[in-house]
Every structure is written in C-alpha cells, then in structure tokens.
C-alpha cells in the first residue's frame, strides 16, 4: 500500500551493529504496528503504538527498541544486531476503532 | 488468548479449477476474521475480512470466505483459479478492543501454487 512506506527496502548489516528501520504513514491512522515475518511462521508483532504516547511490547520484542516520532513515523531500531534477527520486517497502521491494519511493502534484512 | 490454524501450508490447483484454503480460529470473544494475501517480493494485501455480520463475506478478485462458528472455520474459497492467484495466503484473527486493543494473530501462510 502505497501510503505505507518502509525504508531501507533491503540491507545487510553484520552482528553488533545498531540499525533503524523506517516507517511513515499517509493514512492518518492513529496506530502502528512492527511485524517481523519468518519463513513458516507467518508474522509475528514485535511492538505496537496507539499514539504518539503509548508504546507497547508485542509477542517478541526482546532486541528491538521503537520510537513514535510524530503520528505518522513508527521506527523499529535493533541496537546489537545478531544472525537470527535476519528476516522480513512489516509496518502497519490501522485507524481508531477499524480493526482492518494496512500494510507497508517490507524491509528485507541480513545480519551477518 | 487467540490462535490461528492453516490446515495446508502448500496448495496446488490447476488454472480454472475450484480453490480452498482452510482456516480454524479459537478466541476468547467474538472474532474478527481476516484473510491477506502475500504475492512475491510484495507487502500483504486485505483480500476480504468478517466482523459479526454476514457469515459469507465476498472480497477482492472473486475470493469468498463463510464464517461457521460451530466449527470455528473460515475458509477461503474461489470458484476458478487464476494463474494471477499464485500467493501467500494468511488467515488472520483479531479480538478486537475486547481481547486488548486490536492485535492481529497471523495464521503461519498457505502457499498458492496455480498450474496450467
């Protein structure tokens, strides 16, 4: 969905390394959401955020930190990266009481 | 709590021919139900999703889902495949406000393959 967007759409780093992953929203939608997703796992919710003040743990947030910027910027940062963190990572929004959560395209990333 | 079953994680079908992905839910409330579709080196897409009114919810590209609480199913079916069809599917389940605000829980995907 176009009004999703995630950057870096790719990128490798190696163990250790600090990284950000980037999501921002033109939806207006109060809510954002960090999914990693494996493969035969489907996708797993990391953090989630009602708004700009309330931040929450998801199923598997050890070794991710987050930050609500503003509204429509929900950012995801590994601060010592390790192998097993490697895999696809969702954002989502969805809009007050709308259960329906729209996705962005993906960031794909290794951790050698 | 809530969880999410796909009964298949591979499906074949040749182009033209009846498709049916199987999904099995339990929650604590009344669920709403969703089903995304994941096409290669692509984000997910919501292809139809079930909130306590019509059992048999209609969404994009012909897919149909019937919601059966006795059987805490809801499938996905499609009368004719479409090469086009060819995708990751995941059954989703949300508990809504009830169950703690909203939190999808992700079936692990059925994969898609449409043969000619």
């Known amino acids: 969905d176009a009004d999703v967007t995630q950057t870096p759409r790719n990128r490798i780093t190696k163990t250790g390394k600090r990284i950000m992953l980037e999501c921002s929203q033109t939806?207006?939608?109060?809510?954002m959401y960090w999914y990693r997703q494996d493969p035969g796992l489907g996708l797993r919710l990391i953090y989630y955020s009602f708004d700009v003040k309330d931040i929450n743990k998801g199923e598997i947030s050890d070794g991710y930190s987050v930050s609500r910027q503003a509204q429509a910027k929900f950012s995801l940062s590994l601060e010592s990266a390790i192998p097993n963190q490697t895999a696809l990572y969702f954002c989502?929004?969805?809009?007050?009481?709308?259960?329906?959560?729209?996705f962005g395209p993906g960031t794909r990333l290794l951790v050698l | 709590a809530q969880s999410v079953t796909q009964l298949d994680s591979h499906v074949s079908v040749s182009e033209g021919t009846p498709v049916l992905l199987r999904c099995n839910y339990s929650s604590s409330y009344s669920p709403s139900l969703f089903w995304y579709v994941q096409h290669p080196n692509k984000g997910l897409q919501l292809l139809l999703k079930?909130?306590?009114?019509?059992?048999l919810v209609k969404g994009i590209n012909g897919f149909e889902a019937e919601f059966k609480k006795s059987e805490t199913s809801f499938h996905l079916t499609k009368p004719s495949a479409h090469m086009s069809d060819a995708a990751e599917y995941f059954c989703v389940v949300s508990d809504g406000a009830a169950g703690g605000g909203n939190k999808l829980t992700f079936g692990t995907g059925t994969q898609l393959k449409v043969e000619l």
């Open positions: 939806k207006g939608h109060d809510r």
């Open positions: 989502a929004t969805s809009g007050g009481s709308q259960e329906t959560q729209y």
């Open positions: 079930y909130t306590s009114a019509a059992t």
